[in-house]
């Protein structure tokens, strides 16, 4: 995109939640996605900084990937900005498997406050586009507004 994000994101990977199947293994690439599908919770840390947001963020990302190979996202974020107020951030989206191992993310995002230094956030269609790097446990988002 050629205009400047709303605000960057930055986390590390603080833990992850498996059901039946190992979440370093399939994203290593040493397992073939069950037909069931694959699950995992992927717990976040880490800080949001731009023009207008500032602050801590804690999340979770309840990642789910089909048999058919897609990886679908679906993040649940609390933003405490530097002033105390939280925000809520919820995206959807995928992560798309690249080459080197990473994923690129592309993500559909809602924000939610309302406290009135922030309600106007509430009202923007929001896009993320970011990286995911597995192996030192680094996301990196840049989140856009549409308007």
């Given amino acids: ?21 190992s979440f ?7 397992l073939e996605i069950p037909k069931e ?20 963020a804690t999340g979770v990302d309840y990642y789910y990937a089909r048999a058919d190979g897609r990886s679908q996202l679906d993040v649940k974020v609390t933003i405490t900005t530097v002033d105390g107020k939280n ?4 995206a959807d989206g995928v992560a798309i498997p690249q080459k080197d191992g990473t994923f690129q993310l592309a993500e559909n995002v809602t924000l939610f406050s309302s406290h ?5 956030l509430n009202t923007l269609q929001v896009w993320g586009l970011g990286t995911v790097n597995p192996a030192t446990g680094k996301i ?8």
């Fill in 37 to 56: 599908g694959f699950r995992a919770n992927v717990w976040f840390k880490g800080k949001v900084k731009g023009p207008e947001i500032e602050g801590a």
């Fill in 24 to 30: 370093q293994a399939l994203i290593q690439g040493k």
């Fill in 116 to 120: 009135p230094k922030y309600a106007h």
């Fill in 87 to 90: 925000i809520f951030f919820a």
């Fill in 140 to 147: 990196n988002v840049k989140l856009y507004s549409a308007t």
């Fill in 1 to 21: 995109m050629d205009k400047e994000p709303l605000f960057e994101a930055t986390y590390d990977i603080t833990g992850v939640d498996e059901f039946g199947s």
